[in-house]
């Protein structure tokens, strides 16, 4: 399994940018995806989820009203939509994919590089 995160870079705050996740090695449309970030010397958390068949999505309340979660099932790939970015969302941001009988997510992305100027 391969999960390849793109799209990071630098931007001022306020600023947007769209994360991908391209995914191979599973079948994509049973997995949940979701996006973590681990911001520098703290722990990974938890960003946003969606359900296999996009319908469902969840996020962290520090995100909710900014960012998106998508996925495009055809292309096997999942997409964070960050808009209004502010210095705290700098992080590595990570993708990862849960299959439907497990309770965490267990295939892990490399991680893309966020950071937001204020």
């Known amino acids: 399994v391969q999960l390849q995160a793109s799209g990071g870079g630098l931007v001022q705050a306020g600023d947007s940018l769209r994360l991908s996740c391209a995914a191979s090695?599973?079948?994509?449309?049973?997995?949940?995806m979701g996006w973590f970030r681990q911001a520098p010397g703290k722990e990974r958390k938890f960003v946003a989820s969606?359900?296999?068949?996009?319908?469902?999505?969840r996020y962290v309340d520090s995100v909710k009203g900014r960012f998106t979660i998508s996925r495009d099932n055809a292309k096997n790939t999942v997409y964070l939509e960050m808009n209004s970015l502010k210095p705290e969302d700098t992080a590595v941001y990570y993708c990862?994919?849960?299959?439907?009988?497990?309770?965490?997510?267990?295939?892990w992305g490399q991680g893309t590089l966020v950071t937001v100027s204020s």
């Open positions: 990862a994919a849960r299959a439907l009988t497990r309770n965490e997510f267990n295939y």
């Open positions: 090695g599973l079948s994509f449309t049973v997995y949940w």
């Open positions: 969606i359900t296999p068949n996009g319908i469902t999505t």
